[in-house]
């Protein structure tokens, strides 16, 4: 109870009392006396406390009860979570494969190094090649030049091509290479090598092109080489050459032969090498195939396992019978 409450109910009592005293004091007789009832001051006390009571627990419920304060409850909240997904575009990797194409090619000339050329042994040179591009696949860097027969003279046997070869342009292609240290005709045949791993070549049959060189100097002396026959009309400038004419070693042993002649205008040609050796051989099959004019290579590897002496020549019997010079060869096998 505050103090302003307990001050009200202290005055209620004094009135209490107050109230009490005048009526005794008008319960006087006249002429006498009256005796005043002896009251005990604890009822009076506890009816003015009673009274004071009374009061206050009206006003009490005349007033509103205090609301209790109330201990919050708490909800849980729901949390979502966010996720962001960062997703990074993806690079296609695009695989064409091309189909149908035709990998051809043809001689355009020897830009450095002239066939028969003559080097000293073991001196360095470069052979060029210019070639065209008549089939229908570009050459690419993953095509190459590839070493196949003959003498290598160098220890680079594969060149990837310098740069894309659409159909119809041309493209140099170089080697270096070094001369042998005995004296001789030598003969390098190379080709074209397809991502496929097909080797092809030029003109008709995918003939390898080469390089030539004639070695002079030192303790030998070169092979003999002789002219080409003139030919007739049509057929002209028939001619063969091996290298290493004369070798001895070990065997087996492979001779390289390279055979050329022109035509003056466009033929069916018929052609052979025809070789001898004192006993039987197995030589290529003879060849007819429609030409342009111009002229064209052939290139034969004839391997032989023990000792000869021998010759060849390339016979063309059509459109007109013409044969080549003879060249002959030996091989002293060790």
Known sequence: MSTKRRSWAASRALAALSILAIWLAGCRGAGGQVTPTQLDPGVVLTAAASTASARMTAQAAAQPSPTASQTPTLSPTSITPTVTLTIAPLSPTLTLTITGGTDLAEFVTDVTVPDGSVFRPGEAFTKTWRLKNVGTSTWTPAYALVFVSGTAMSNTTTVPLPNDVPPGQ??????????????????????????????????????????????????????????????GVIVRDVSIAVDQ???????????????????????????????????????????????????????????????????????????????????????RCR
């Open 245 to 331: 004419a004369a070798f001895e070693g070990d065997c087996p042993h492979t001779f390289n032969f390279i055979a050329r002649f022109s035509l003056a205008r466009a033929a069916t040609v018929s052609y052979r090498l025809e070789a001898e050796t004192g006993f039987p051989l197995t030589l290529p099959e003879p060849v007819t195939t429609a030409l342009d004019a111009g002229t064209y290579t052939l290139s034969y590897a004839l391997e032989f396992s023990g000792s000869l002496n021998g010759w060849a020549r390339l016979h063309i019997t059509a459109p007109e019978d013409v044969a080549s010079n003879q060249v002959s060869f030996s091989l």
């Open 170 to 231: 041309t493209v140099d292609l170089s080697i270096n290479l070094t001369a042998p240290d005995e004296p001789g005709n030598y003969f390098g045949f190379w080709m074209l090598r397809s991502p496929s791993q097909r080797n092809f070549g030029v003109g008709p049959g995918d003939q390898p092109f080469y390089v030539e060189i004639n070695v002079q100097g030192g303790s030998g002396s070169p092979a003999p080489t002789s002219p080409p026959v003139s030919g």
